[in-house]
C-alpha cells in the first residue's frame, strides 16, 4: 500500500549524515500544531480546549530547530548569499503559494462555507504572497489568508538577515545575528507601535532562532552534547515540556515557550549524540512531510469535520472529540504525506534541477538538508 505512493526505502531511506532526532521532532511539532488548531474549534469541549493550548509551542520548536539547521548547514558548506536564498525560497516558497492560492480560489467559489476566519482583498492577497506582516481586518491579528502563514513571516525575514551577514561578516555571523536580534528587540521594548512589521520583526520570537544557532554551535564546535547519560537527555525533554504547559502567559513567547523548546532540542541531540536514535520509517516520513503536513493541515482539518457534521457524528463530548482527534491525526498525517511526494519533492526536485547553487561541501559530515 505504502509503495503504491512511492513510500519505499529507496525514497525515504536515512542519508549517512543525517541528524534522526531533530527529523522526528520536526514531524511531532507539525502534528502538535494541528491537534492545537483542531482543539480551537468552538464545538470542542472546554475542558479539553484547557489543556491542549501548550500544544501550539510546537510551532517554537520549529523556530529553534530552523536556527540549528540553518546555521549547521552555513558550518559544513562554503554557502554563497544567492544560493542560499535560492535553496531556502525553492524550500519554503512554491508549496506555501500553492496552498495559499488554492485558499483563496476557494474562498470566491464557495463563499459560504468560510474556509477560513481572515478577509480577501488585493492588499491581503498581495502582503501575503510577498510576507507582509499586516493586521487582518477581520480578527485584528497579523494573519496571512492561509493562516500556518505567519510563522513564515518570521523565517523569511531570518533568511534574509542571515544571506546579509553571510556576505557581509560571514566569519562572525553567529555574533552579527546575536547583535542585530538584540538590537531589534530592544527597539521594541522601547518603542510602542501598532506596525505590524515593527511588531513582527521585534518581537522576541526571534531569540528562538537566535538559540538554534547557538545550538548548532556547540554541536558542531564542542563535546557538549556527548556522555550524558540516557536519563538527563530525557530529563531535558521532560522540563522543557513541562515548561510548555505551565507557561501559557504568552506575553512573551519567546522566553516563556522558547527556552522550552530549547531545552526539548538539546535534550534529544544528547540522544543523538550517543547514538540512541534508531532509524524507524513512519516517524522519519512524518519528519520528511512536516512542512506539507504544517501547510496542509488545517485543509484536511476542515474536511474532516464537514465529513463528522454531514455524517451527524458530533464530537462536543470527550468521547466523541478523542475519536475527531485520532481520525484526524491519520488523515493529517496521510494528507500531508501524500502531498509532500506528488507535489513538494518534484517541485524541489525540478526546481533545483535547473539552478547553480555553487555550493562545495566542507570535510565535515553533518549536514540535515531536509529543512
Known amino acids: 500500500m505504502l509503495d503504491f505512493f512511492g513510500i519505499n526505502k529507496k525514497n525515504f531511506s536515512i542519508k549517512n549524515d543525517e541528524i534522526l532526532s531533530i527529523h522526528y521532532l520536526r514531524g511531532i511539532a507539525a502534528l502538535l500544531v494541528a491537534l492545537y488548531h483542531l482543539a480551537e474549534s468552538k464545538e470542542t469541549p472546554l475542558a479539553l480546549v484547557s489543556v491542549s493550548k501548550w500544544m501550539a509551542s510546537g510551532v517554537d520548536v520549529f523556530f529553534v530547530i530552523s536556527g540549528f539547521v540553518i546555521y ?47 478577509s480577501i482583498n488585493f492588499e491581503s492577497v498581495y502582503k501575503s504572497l510577498l510576507f507582509i506582516p499586516y493586521f487582518d481586518i477581520k480578527n485584528h491579528e497579523i494573519w496571512p489568508i492561509l493562516i500556518p502563514g505567519w510563522t513564515l513571516n518570521y523565517e523569511i525575514f531570518f533568511y534574509l538577515l542571515f544571506s546579509f551577514f553571510l556576505f557581509k561578516t560571514k566569519k562572525h555571523i553567529l555574533i552579527s545575528m546575536a547583535v542585530i536580534f538584540s538590537i531589534l528587540l530592544i527597539t521594541g521594548f522601547l518603542i510602542k507601535t501598532n506596525n505590524a512589521i515593527l511588531l513582527t520583526y521585534t518581537n522576541p520570537l526571534l531569540l528562538e532562532f537566535l538559540s538554534g544557532m547557538f545550538l548548532a554551535n556547540l554541536y558542531f564546535r564542542s563535546k557538549f552534547f556527548e556522555s550524558k547519560s540516557l536519563l538527563i537527555s530525557i530529563s531535558f525533554i521532560l522540563i522543557g515540556i513541562t515548561g510548555f504547559m505551565l507557561f501559557k502567559d504568552l506575553t512573551v513567547r519567546g522566553i516563556s515557550w522558547g527556552v522550552p523548546a530549547t531545552l526539548v532540542v538539546i535534550g534529544c541531540l544528547m540522544i543523538e549524540k550517543n547514538n540512541k536514535f534508531k532509524y524507524y520509517k513512519i516517524p522519519y516520513l512524518l519528519g520528511s512531510s512536516s512542512y506539507s503536513i504544517y501547510l496542509s493541515h488545517l485543509f484536511t482539518l476542515g474536511l474532516v469535520k464537514y465529513i463528522f457534521i454531514k455524517l451527524k457524528l458530533g464530537y462536543n463530548t470527550p468521547l466523541s472529540f478523542l475519536f475527531l482527534t485520532l481520525f484526524s491525526l491519520i488523515s493529517i498525517a496521510f494528507v500531508g504525506i501524500i502531498v509532500h511526494i506528488i507535489v513538494e519533492k518534484p517541485i524541489i526536485k525540478l526546481l533545483l534541477k535547473y539552478v547553480y547553487l555553487g555550493e562545495k561541501r566542507t570535510n565535515k559530515k553533518i549536514l540535515v538538508d531536509n529543512q
Open 72 to 118: 549547521l548547514n552555513y558550518l559544513n558548506k562554503n554557502l554563497s548569499p544567492l544560493s542560499f536564498l535560492i535553496r531556502r525560497f525553492i524550500r519554503v516558497i512554491p508549496l506555501y503559494w500553492i496552498f495559499l492560492i488554492m485558499l483563496i480560489i476557494l474562498n470566491f467559489l464557495f463563499p459560504k462555507l468560510a474556509f477560513n476566519n481572515v
